[in-house]
């Protein structure tokens, strides 16, 4: 069992908030038969402790072990890391932003109950981010209202676009304007990745497409004024932000250089929200973590894993925990600090 | 006048090359009247110095000033920065790649003729890469031979795909075995950006679209084995290796956790090819260039400006020249010594 150092030492820095983890139900709904058409996510259990997401019509999505719908296997797996607390969110498949609203809806409340649920069986070791069906912003609102005030939840995670569209995109203005009045949390995840003609090799979806689409959100929240129309939005994004940490000096000379083509909707230099937003620590190699600390801010990096997901960190906070030249306040704010004020903890 | 300290200088440190500089023939044939088919590009020239890159259906590309087609205003425009030498090649959207072979064959020995013939009236200001016709590999590498051995240029710059192909297609080995056997440089640029329609605003196919084809082309010559099957290929890759630098962890862990996905090609750890191949400076930020120095290694960082254009270094080397934390040694390196090398000059 991995004990680390930082969870047996006494006070904050015993403490880690790990806000990248996602969670299903051990049974879902076979909602291509409720709804009366297919695109849907179905979970077939094995023998053993495995399941198979597949699609409704039959194609092979992932295979999942019980971490990723057993609490009780989490929390064990959780005391063997050193992590006090996960923060929930679901399977970005399960987005579904392509059903219709209305559906989505349903999908995503029977989702969101359930997390609310694992969540009050252990409110000590669980947080929640729900889903909502982004595609019709107004039940969006609505299901975030619910889950806030309901639910108690922390906030919602969305996909870094909905059917082609982005998150600038004007209809979602009400449902920003929302989460900012609430203080709910916006974690801002890739789905549905770009280019996949161009990367049917090596896994690339995941390893470039899904860094890309991270890049391209931040993108639209930048140049389509979402930071500058809502600045108490507290918005995190996935893997370290992306390939954005690779792009932001070209961002910032294009912004300069073109204004004509990138200053359309946003008069503000891209440079100013630089120490704005979160991302989480999911890079995979320390002088990218210390280059998203120049880059983001040392208190706007949080400790994210993917668990129960390979393409994680498989010991989460261990590479934070491992870097000698980091100081223990940018310690302890990356493996905790930073989380509470995102979340909007006490 | 901008003279730079280091031009002022003695010795080795006055040396800037740029070896990421694009240039046009001030003529362009009617290759669409020629060929009898379109979407070629033409050049018309306005009053002044001014001329408009359109595709021969008179679609607008690009506005472009008298510094890209004139050798006297380019070697003016050097002094004044303190450039000694520029490394030329044609404009991406000039590759041609989706035409019939033979005719992207032409077209590319024209613009290369074009090259040699600038190159050849200033040899101590101008070096040269040339295009090939990379949707047919046995006549690229027929272009390949013609032009190092007849017309002296260092080697050649190709797309981050052809046709949707990738650069591990194995009907490119042949091509770079050759260019391999040469000695000829390899610069990879993007262009004909992936997920456009995601890119509809804020010049996103240039800002995020090129930095992703390159960090596509990269992981296509590592898990493609481009690099373990030619390792004595000098190869460079445009902007500072796009978001390359962003994904590396991501794609080092993803080759450990599912090698079942990843290493189908080659099964060597893609950590082994960081120091191996260069990439240019390009990246518009400070830390993003410190950051790439860690990545790639100090002596694979190449001074480039993507003169004349307006998203490149207006002021060639400047960046570099201004980080008080570089060594001089890493600082000549990357203004000259290292193009020296990965150009084979002696």
Redesign the interface.
């Known amino acids: 069992m991995h004990l680390s150092p930082v969870w047996n030492e006494g006070g904050e820095g015993r403490v880690k908030i790990d806000v990248h983890t996602h969670i299903l139900p051990k049974r879902v709904p076979r909602f291509a038969e409720r709804f009366g058409y297919g695109g849907f996510i179905e979970v077939q259990h094995k023998a053993g402790c495995n399941a198979r997401m597949v699609y409704d019509d039959g194609r092979f999505f992932r295979e999942v072990g019980d971490n990723c719908w057993d609490p009780k296997r989490r929390v064990e797996e959780c005391d063997a890391q050193g992590v006090a607390t996960q923060v929930l969110s679901t399977v970005p498949v399960m987005f579904n932003y392509w059903a219709k609203g209305r559906d989505t809806l349903e999908v995503a409340r029977f989702l969101n109950d359930h997390l609310a649920g694992v969540v009050a069986q252990h409110p000590k070791r669980f947080l929640g981010l729900a889903t909502v069906p982004l595609q019709d912003a107004e039940l969006a609102t609505l299901e975030l209202q619910r889950v806030v005030k309901d639910l108690k939840l922390s906030g919602v995670q969305i996909g870094t676009?909905f059917n082609?569209r982005?998150l600038?995109d004007a209809s979602l203005f009400p449902f920003y304007a929302e989460a900012e009045r609430l203080g709910a949390a916006l974690f801002v995840h890739p789905w549905e990745m770009?280019?996949k003609?161009?990367?049917d090799?090596?896994?690339?979806p995941?390893?470039?497409g899904?860094?890309?689409e991270t890049?391209?959100a931040i993108?639209?929240f930048i140049?389509?004024g979402v930071f500058e129309k809502f600045p108490k939005l507290r918005v995190a994004f996935a893997?370290?932000g992306?390939?954005?940490?690779?792009?932001?000096?070209?961002?910032?000379?294009?912004f300069s250089?073109?204004p004509d083509?990138?200053a359309?909707?946003n008069p503000v230099n891209p440079k100013k929200y630089l120490g704005h937003f979160f991302v989480d620590s999911i890079?995979?190699?320390p002088?990218?973590l210390?280059?998203c600390l120049?880059?983001f801010g040392a208190d706007k990096i949080l400790l994210g894993s993917d668990y129960p997901f390979?393409?994680g960190e498989l010991r989460p906070g261990e590479m934070i925990q491992s870097m000698s030249d980091l100081s223990e306040v940018e310690k302890t704010g990356m493996l905790a600090g930073n989380a509470r004020v995102w979340l909007g903890l006490p």
Not at 201 to 204: A, E, G
Not at 242 to 254: C, D, K, L, N, Q
């Open positions: 676009h082609g982005s600038d770009l280019g003609e161009r990367m090799r090596y896994w690339l995941w390893l470039i899904m860094p890309t890049a391209l993108a639209h140049f389509g893997h370290g992306g390939s954005f940490a690779s792009v932001y000096g070209r961002m910032e000379h294009g250089a073109r083509l990138v359309t909707q890079v995979h190699a002088d990218l210390r280059h120049k880059v390979p393409l």
